[in-house]
């Protein structure tokens, strides 16, 4: 007869692996009816952990995996200076991994961590509920960043992208712009869908406003296309707001281009506040990127280190910050 696996402990315990795992280990993390439930899979089905496997499991490496949907740009760049300043502080190091969307190699990276990091930062806005779940690593703490998660089981932190979105909103209708474009973010990234969402909502509220919907991918150039696209079309236009930063940087390059003023033909807004967003004078919401870093990370590491609370959603403060790109109400 094959020797039981920690799956089928799992499964006649009705529990997930990640759980088996969290008892067999000791944490303290479990309700105690999980605990029975386990412990009587256990016995009946004779399983016994793999010494070297459970010495895996426990020995601390002193690393942390981070995995966000790209490594490139000026977010990521300042969200891995915030995680790295206190990663230094408290004796970690950072292992840095890409998880693209659609990409087949992607999920792998979050199962590798498994046995190499004592923890995982996680941002994955572009994967649902179901497909997070099935690729998490059991066993691994995880703080996930602007990611969909089931309640409960990680502990998560988001931007309060309704609040910006809509402050964005109520700026441009101060202004009195009435012909707005919208550069949304990629299908399926749940930051952009709550931003489209909350902005659509706000100006729908103006009087005589009509809003238009342009789709992006985040990029620089995809924001340039899209102006650029709306321009040859001879579509009216007096305000355009972009999803991120880097569209917005893409805007108001092609707006420049074709040599329409900004702000007084064309007001711009982006979205995070990037470095490059202040040379420009880019009216955006402030996201505070390296204190996101900062903060995710400590609590990452109270988890690992056992001082950390239970499982808990914290949503991060972000503020309308306005410059040239759309002048004063």
């Known amino acids: 007869m094959a020797e039981a696996t920690i799956r089928d402990v799992a499964s006649r315990a009705q529990v997930s692996v990640a759980s088996v795992s969290r008892v067999l280990n000791g944490f303290d993390k479990v309700s105690s009816q999980t605990r029975e439930r386990v412990a009587a899979a256990v016995a009946e089905l004779g399983y016994v952990p793999h010494a070297a496997a459970r010495s895996l499991s426990m020995a601390r490496t002193h690393s942390i995996g981070v995995v966000l949907p790209d490594l490139h740009g000026e977010f990521f760049s300042e969200i891995v200076r915030g995680m790295d300043r206190v990663a230094s ?12 969307a659609g990409s087949r190699l992607g999920t792998s990276a979050l199962r590798a961590l498994r046995g190499r ?62 012909r707005v474009i919208h550069i949304a973010g990629p299908p399926g990234n749940a930051d952009a869908q709550e931003r489209a969402q909350a902005f659509a909502r706000r100006v729908a509220q103006g009087d005589d406003v009509v809003l238009t919907a342009v789709e992006g991918d985040f990029s620089e150039q995809s924001g340039e296309d899209a102006v650029a696209a709306l321009l040859r079309s001879h579509q009216r236009f007096d305000a355009v707001f972009a999803a991120n930063d880097n569209m917005a940087i893409g805007a108001l390059q092609a707006l420049r281009q074709a040599g329409r003023q900004v702000p007084e033909a ?18 955006t919401v402030r996201v505070r990127i390296a204190e996101l870093g900062e903060y995710g990370l400590s609590e990452l590491i109270d988890t690992v280190e056992g001082r950390g609370a239970p499982p808990a959603s914290t949503l991060h403060p972000v503020e309308l910050v306005v410059r040239t790109s759309t002048g004063q109400a």
């Open 89 to 100: 502080e408290r004796g970690y190091l950072l292992l840095l991994s890409s998880l693209h």
């Open 117 to 178: 990091v004592d923890g995982a930062m996680v941002m994955a806005p572009h994967l649902g509920e179901e497909e997070l779940a099935a690729t998490l690593p059991p066993g691994v703490p995880i703080v996930l960043l602007n990611t969909r998660s089931q309640q409960g089981l990680h502990s998560t932190i988001s931007l309060d992208n309704a609040a910006g979105a809509t402050a964005v909103a109520e700026h441009l209708l101060a202004l009195g712009r009435k």
């Open 266 to 283: 064309v007001a711009v807004a982006g979205f995070d506040d990037i470095p490059m967003a202040r040379h420009l004078g880019l009216t």
